[in-house]
């Protein structure tokens, strides 16, 4: 097998920081903890305790996917007790789009989208979220496959039907 180029897992810091999900779940810990401190009552605690359990359901989440880049192929590894692996052989990527809000970029995350002709993105395309340096990473990916297509000499031909 190929020896990886980069190795990748979805930001549980960057999630929290970068996107409005996370700031609520931050947000949603401090009332809970400021509405106990100034006296309402030990119920308010239910806030941090909810606040804690997103953050676990997102880092779980988070551990359960894998991306590993190789010089021929990105790999997809997704599972904790039940794993399952793709892989998209870079000849066939078609598009590496990146998107993010203001708020993803000031906490420099992104979310990577790829679209291909592989089996893997038969449904639709490969969204990687909550990347941290997702602009480097797409950079690569894209000049990987640039070199992927050359060594197999492959071109891609779009065929649109005229109306």
């Not at 039940?82 to 970029?105: A, T």
Request: neutral net charge; hydrophobic residues 45%; contains cysteine.
């Amino acid at each position: 097998m190929d020896a990886p180029i980069d190795t990748f897992r979805p930001s549980t810091l960057g999630w929290l920081r970068g996107t409005l999900a996370g700031w609520g779940t931050i947000l949603l810990a401090v009332a809970g903890i400021l509405a106990t401190l100034m006296g309402y009552g030990i119920f308010w605690l239910g806030l941090c305790a909810a606040a804690l359990l997103i953050l676990v359901w997102k880092w779980l989440e988070n551990m359960a996917a894998k991306y590993e880049i190789t010089e021929e192929r990105l790999i997809i590894r997704r599972g904790i007790l039940s794993k399952s692996i793709d892989e998209i052989e870079l000849y066939r990527v078609k598009d590496v789009r990146i998107d993010f809000s203001l708020i993803n970029q000031l906490a420099g995350i992104g979310r990577i989208c790829v679209a291909s002709s592989d089996e893997t993105t038969r449904g639709g395309d490969l969204v990687m979220r909550d990347i941290e340096r997702a602009q480097e990473r797409r950079e690569t990916l894209r000049g990987l496959v640039d070199t992927a297509r050359q060594k197999r000499r492959v071109r891609e031909i779009d065929m649109h039907e005229d109306a």
